[in-house]
Every structure is written in C-alpha cells, then in structure tokens.
C-alpha cells in the first residue's frame, strides 16, 4: 500500500483480494493518509465494497469503446446503422441503469416497424457490446441476457425460373451485365463480387480466390467455362492486379439491376436472390449439399440445407432410408405361408395392405 502523487493529485494504492486498487484522493496528502489508513481498517473488519468507487459510466462511452477495439473492424455496414440507432435510444444512460424492460421495450420497437429478424440482429448487436464491457471491466452485468430473442419465420427463398434468367440477362444494361452473370455462375454475394481484383482471379488453374467474406473465412470458387470466357473478355493487356474487376459503383449497379427487373418483369426479387438462384439449380443438378455448402462459404450446414428439398434425388433417398426401416412389415406378410393366393389376394393400395377383405398391416 502506497500514496503517490499524479498531475497535482494524491493517489492511494492498495490490494484487495489480490486486484490492486487505485484511487484518486486530491491535493492533500494528508487526507490520503488518512483515507488510506481507513481502507486497511475496511478490508481487514470486512467492511470494504469497491462498488462504492467505481466510476459510473454513460453508455455513449461504452459504445465508443466498443467502436474504437471491434465495431469497425466488423464488415457488414449493416451493423454500423443498428449501432447508430443504439446509441440513440440508450446513449445518454448510465451503463447500470439499463434495465432487462427498456431492452425489451426497444426491441419490440423495431420488431414492430421491421420484423422479427431484424429486432434478434439488434438484440445480438447490443447482447455484443454488454459482453464485450463485463471483459474489459467496464459493466457489471448484461441486462440483455434476460430478454429472449422472436422465433424467426423460415429463410426467404426465391429463385428465377429459367425463363426469368433468359428475360433479365436480355434486360440488363451491358455496365451490369457481366456482374449478373458472375452472379449466376459462382453464387458469390453483391460485395465479394463488387471488391473481387484480379490478383484473386487465376485464370490459368480456373480459380477465384476470396479472402474477405461475410463468415471471415476465405474460400476458393471453380471458374467454369462460360465466366472464363466472360473474364477473359474483361481483361486487359495493360490492367493492373489491384485493379478491381467489375470496377461498376454499388448505386450504380442497384440503379440498373432494379431497372432491368422492371423491364424482364420480375417482381419480388433482390440481387441475393441470384444467389439463391444459382444454388436452387446446383442442387437440383448434383444433389451434393456438401460442395455447395464450401461454394457459398456456409459456416454450418443449416443455412444450405434449405436447398435440399429441391432434389428430386435427395427426396428419392430419404423416402428410400424410411422403406428400408419399414420393411419387415412387409416382408412378414409376403412370406406368409399360410396366405392361399387363391381365396386371399395381397394388394397395395394407398399405403395398407389387404388381405382378402380384412387389413393385414397398418400404414
């Protein structure tokens, strides 16, 4: 235990539990004595709570924080909106008067003016940034724990028919066109393909390469014929690696892709949706969530696995696994020895057995 001094201000230095504690007295150092003095007696009769010091924070300055060692560093610019309007509602309020109700009262909020997913995207964000202040020892507890996120109703999935891809490649201005068509081709998001060099093309060993992606894990995507060629029409002799490769700006390309969906007269679209686009007709074509699941950069399963119902093969081999687990009620029947197939006919119809008039197996 010490008293030091600092920019014109007495300190105290003490341990408590072995966390080393320093408080600010003032300009006497004989008041620090004897405040110091006081916190031995407190620690040692038990009677010394540190939460009496701590320093009682707004949320502005937690946010802040939280911005200036994680928020920015966080790609979707998505996030950056949700913490904007965070900030608004809760900013100006200590950190430890933020109450489980006012959370819930502002999520009801958004899941009113948006939708269920919307309201669990900013209670994730604002869950995020309690944790992130009970690690670096500026909060207490986590108000948000306590609020309990929407049922999400299942993922949107609208992919074009074949003769909506045929309309909207035919509509679209040549400035969007190829990017349409990457689209189609690799099932890669808006961003990826927008932020995609020519360094990340390999065009000898038929490969992009994307290092910055939503999961934050790179991947590699199969350049097929038809982009090859579309690429190779993009390139020229005297581009450069850093040189982006559909240098088209975002407003840009959301101005006429919304233009060329007016024209082909295709409604209830978004440019994402190409994406479901091109791995609704994977599926369909190979039956193989794995792959697609390594093309689209899917950290888990369960997001691909909305594709699968669109398999006829897939159904094909689940209705198979159920027949095989089943079939010793058939079987039994069939190889009744008693059954005379001239009085007693088996027949299937509608999923039961008849045997004669009377049922011999249940469905």
């Known amino acids: 235990m010490a008293i030091f ?18 408080e ?33 924070i707004i949320f502005n ?12 560093y966080l790609k979707s610019p998505s996030w950056r909106i949700m913490l904007k309007e ?11 008067e933020i109450t489980a109700l006012e959370v819930s009262s502002f999520y009801n909020k958004v899941k009113e003016r948006a939708s269920v997913s919307t309201a669990n995207r900013y209670l994730t964000l604002l869950k995020m940034i309690f944790n992130k202040g009970i690690k670096w020892e500026m909060v207490d507890s986590n108000p948000v724990s306590k609020v309990s996120k929407g049922k999400e109703p299942p993922g949107r999935l609208r992919y074009l028919s074949v003769y909506e891809i045929k ?48 999961s934050g894990k790179g991947r590699v995507i199969p350049i ?53 686009t091109f791995a609704s007709y994977f599926i369909m074509a190979t039956n193989d969530l794995s792959s697609l699941q390594q093309i689209l950069g899917h950290s888990t399963p369960i997001m691909t696995q909305r594709y699968a119902h669109l398999s006829k093969e897939y159904l094909y081999v689940k209705m198979e696994r159920y027949t095989n687990n089943i079939n010793f009620l058939f079987s039994q029947v069939l190889m009744d020895t008693n059954m005379d197939t001239n009085d007693d006919i088996l027949a299937l119809e509608n999923g039961i057995i008849y045997r004669g008039n009377a049922d011999v197996a249940q469905r």
């Open 167 to 214: 309309n909207l490649l035919n509509a679209c201005d040549k400035r969007i066109l190829p990017i349409v068509l990457c689209a189609l081709l690799t099932g890669m998001r808006r961003g990826e393909i927008l932020k995609l060099k020519w360094k990340d093309v390999d065009l000898e060993n038929n490969v992009i390469y994307l290092k910055e992606t939503k």
């Open 61 to 72: 300055e937690l946010i802040d924080k939280y911005w200036e060692l994680h928020g920015k």
């Open 5 to 22: 001094k600092k920019q014109n201000a007495y300190w105290i230095d003490y341990y408590y539990k072995g966390k080393r504690i320093r």
């Open 24 to 56: 600010k007295i003032g300009p006497s150092y004989q008041l620090a004595k004897e405040v110091l003095l006081k916190r031995k007696l407190e620690i040692a009769e038990g009677k010394f709570f540190p939460e009496r010091f701590k320093k009682k």
């Open 224 to 276: 097929m014929s038809q982009l090859k060629e579309l690429l190779l029409r993009l390139k020229r002799n005297n581009i450069s690696d850093e040189d982006r490769v559909f240098n088209v700006p975002y407003i840009t390309l959301r101005r006429y892709f919304k233009k060329a969906l007016i024209k082909a007269n295709i409604s209830n679209f978004k440019f994402h949706d190409l994406r479901h």
């Open 86 to 96: 965070i900030r608004q509602e809760f900013g100006n309020k200590k950190v430890d």
